[in-house]
């Protein structure tokens, strides 16, 4: 049973960064599609990033060229690095982890395990 979870969330003006952390109990990061999705409350749970075992990434129209999901197989880790943030990237962050190859990326239906999510509010 794999267990993620998340650090690195926090209170940031507009226009600043923070690199969000999810840290996997088992072998995970770099096997599996991994995905960071976001969820502000009374509203559905959004896919922000996506990344295939072999690194290949996807992102929502919303974050492109401003996010950037890694991974470091060799630590266990997935990071998302948040640029230029802005109000509304306000929301509970949370990464998600799957087999396979990451199609449909952004279905969190897809995705049984999920961490526990770290806040991130942008002001």
């Known amino acids: 049973h794999v267990q993620l979870v998340e650090s690195g969330g926090g209170s940031v003006q507009v226009g600043g960064s923070l690199r969000l952390s999810c840290v996997a109990s088992?072998?995970?990061?770099?096997?599996?599609?991994m995905g960071w999705f976001r969820q502000i409350p009374d509203k559905e749970r959004e896919g922000v990033a996506g990344?295939?075992?072999?690194?290949?990434?996807s992102y929502a129209d919303s974050v492109k060229g401003r996010f950037t999901v890694s991974q470091d197989s060799a630590k266990n880790i997935l990071y998302l690095q948040m640029n230029s943030l802005k109000p509304e990237d306000t929301a509970l962050y949370y990464c998600?982890?799957?087999?396979?190859?990451?199609?449909?990326?952004?279905?969190?239906?897809?995705?049984?395990?999920w961490g526990q999510g770290t806040q991130v509010t942008v002001s």
């Open positions: 990344i295939e075992s072999d690194g290949s990434t």
């Open positions: 998600a982890a799957r087999g396979g190859a990451c199609w449909a990326w952004k279905d969190e239906n897809l995705y049984p395990q």
């Open positions: 088992v072998d995970t990061i770099g096997r599996y599609c």
